[in-house]
């Protein structure tokens, strides 16, 4: 099956959502040869750049309100338990309209996958902070610095109980492309915060590339809860230190849709 679409790309040259589509696709190509049927696949998009991502993939998909892809997909696996919702959502999207869906599914465990294409900027309305802007970025909407603290989402799923807990990174695809198989898999609430460069109102490819690394390569016990809140707080979505991406908790308990 393909997964091309004949719509126009129209995101910016060197944008991070190009390597978050490839990195689903090859993932997606991958799991259909392990058997997976991908006309069970629905995808949910939020507001924002990534949003187009809808367009350019050749699978069941619904465009929903800002920062309303959870509630979408949640209905989406209560009418259909066959079906494996994905929600692609944007920082701004998901952890500011839509926080309380997030926190939510997560503390109830549904059975869908949330891919946050994370750039950390509202760049579809051109460049205002979000909620995990780091503090002291200037942007339209915050001309003398941001006053506020970021978000750790990261932090905040670990706390809701989240199934399945990871980061990735658009400059490391192939181990992007292995967290999305990992989460589409998973038995439960799977979450990926993707850190995703815009190049054009907050170009981060040269933080991260100096300080992101792999959790696997460090021998983290993602089943270990306290372990797992202690990497997601190595990091605090300010512009300084070591980033670490994978897999940062996983459990496994009952799925809601199961118990419903």
């Known amino acids: 099956m393909s997964l091309s679409t004949y719509a126009q790309k129209t995101w910016c040259p060197g944008c991070g959502n190009f390597a978050i589509e490839n990195a689903f ?3 997606l ?4 040869k392990e058997g997976l049927n991908l006309k069970n696949i629905v995808i949910i998009t939020g507001i924002g750049c990534h949003g187009k991502i809808a367009d350019y993939l050749n699978l069941n998909s619904f465009y929903s309100l800002h920062g309303r892809t959870i509630p979408v997909a949640t209905g989406i696996k209560l009418a259909k338990r066959n079906l494996i919702p994905i929600c692609f959502a944007g920082d701004g999207d998901i952890y500011s309209e839509g926080l309380e869906h997030l926190i939510f599914a997560a503390k109830r465990n549904s059975n869908i ?3 946050v294409h994370n750039n950390r900027v509202f760049s579809l309305t051109t460049g205002q902070f979000t909620p995990t802007s780091p503090k002291g970025f200037i942007s339209k909407s915050s001309p003398k610095g ?4 970021p978000l750790n989402p ?3 799923m670990i706390t809701c109980n ?6 990735g990174y658009v400059g490391q695809i192939e181990h992007l492309k292995d967290l999305m198989k990992k989460a589409i898999q998973f038995n439960g609430f799977s979450f990926i915060d993707i850190l995703q460069p815009c190049v054009v109102y907050f170009n981060t490819y040269e933080i991260y590339n100096k300080n992101v690394y792999q959790l696997e390569k460090e021998n983290h016990d993602f089943t270990n809860y306290e372990m797992a809140l202690k990497k997601a707080r190595e990091w605090d979505y300010q512009n300084t230190g070591r980033i670490p991406i994978g897999i ?5 308990r009952p799925v ?5």
């Open 248 to 252: 940062f908790y996983q459990s496994l």
């Open 146 to 149: 941001n006053v506020e603290k």
């Open 256 to 260: 809601f849709e199961e118990n419903v």
């Open 113 to 115: 996958k949330v891919f």
């Open 25 to 27: 696709k090859n993932a």
């Open 29 to 32: 190509t991958e799991l259909e």
């Open 162 to 167: 989240a199934g399945f807990v990871a980061r």
């Open 154 to 156: 990261i932090e905040l």
